[in-house]
């Protein structure tokens, strides 16, 4: 792993917010040249720093849909039963993200549904069998995406 110093902190943290962003943009926010932020970005590509772009799709052009963070409890009797269950969660198209975690959950999963009712099958097709001993579901009421500045 490379080293990263403030100057590339600061641009990973502005791409966070919108990739989009000029190396004028970019220059002005971190105090360096657009040239050099531009260098930068690219280096921080090549380094593996940046893994890809997206796009953020504005919820109202995706249709209807409920988001919920799920936290799964898996058991503990096997190391390589996490890592399955990881790789199987991973191919799911309602998946949007996964984390390991501390705490009382290992697993907290965000998982995007056309409807409840749709979460509900869900669940029962892939959350009720081991090595999943239980898991608890926060539904996402309103997001609020991080401001630019």
Do not use: W
């Not at 249709?63 to 990881?86: E, F």
């Not at 198209?93 to 056309?114: P, Q, S």
């Amino acid at each position: 792993m490379q080293n990263l110093d403030s100057f590339d902190r600061q641009l990973l943290e502005q791409l966070q917010i919108d990739s989009r962003q000029t190396g004028r943009d970019l220059s002005q926010k971190v105090g360096l040249s657009s040239a050099a932020c531009l260098r930068r970005v690219q280096r921080l590509r090549k380094i593996g720093a940046i893994e890809r772009e997206v796009a953020v799709i504005s919820p109202s052009f995706q249709g209807p849909a409920t988001r919920v963070i799920v936290l799964l409890s898996v058991a503990r009797d096997n190391p390589q039963r996490i890592d399955i269950l990881k790789q199987k969660l991973r191919r799911l198209k309602e998946v949007e993200r996964l984390y390991y975690v501390t705490g009382d959950a290992d697993l907290a999963v965000i998982v995007r549904c056309a409807s409840m009712e749709d979460y509900a099958a869900f669940t029962e097709t892939h959350l009720f069998d081991p090595p999943l001993t239980g898991f608890e579901s926060l539904v996402v009421l309103r997001e609020y995406p991080k401001e630019a500045d």
